[in-house]
């Protein structure tokens, strides 16, 4: 099942994403500028051989719905993210507010 839900943060508008899938649920927030995701996100792959697109992301590990990611510190983050001033530790609702 996928449920698209949308959220307001501080009066800013995302879209919240979860995907449940055989013993794992893929979550996301996003904008039009960029993203928070699960643990499924690979911010190596984005930093290394998709640099090019600049991907502005954030990972959280460990957490099952979208209130734990918004929640939660990240764990790591695209360097274009570090360049928007996201950094590994914040909350992903911090890090969505950095994206505004």
């Not at 927030?29 to 600049?54: F, T």
């Not at 990611?69 to 790591?76: F, H, Q, R």
Request: contains cysteine; charged residues 20%; negative net charge.
């Amino acid at each position: 099942m996928i449920t698209l839900s949308p959220i307001i943060i501080e009066g800013h508008p995302f879209t919240a994403v979860s995907v449940s899938l055989p013993k794992t649920t893929l979550l996301t927030v996003s904008n039009e500028k960029g993203y928070i995701m699960c643990g499924a996100l690979d911010v190596g792959l984005l930093n290394d051989v998709l640099a090019d697109r600049k991907i502005i992301a954030g990972r959280a590990v460990g957490v099952k719905t979208i209130d734990q990611l918004l929640k939660a510190p990240l764990e790591s983050v695209t360097y274009e993210a570090e360049q928007c001033g996201i950094q590994v530790g914040m909350t992903g609702e911090e890090a969505l507010l950095k994206m505004v």
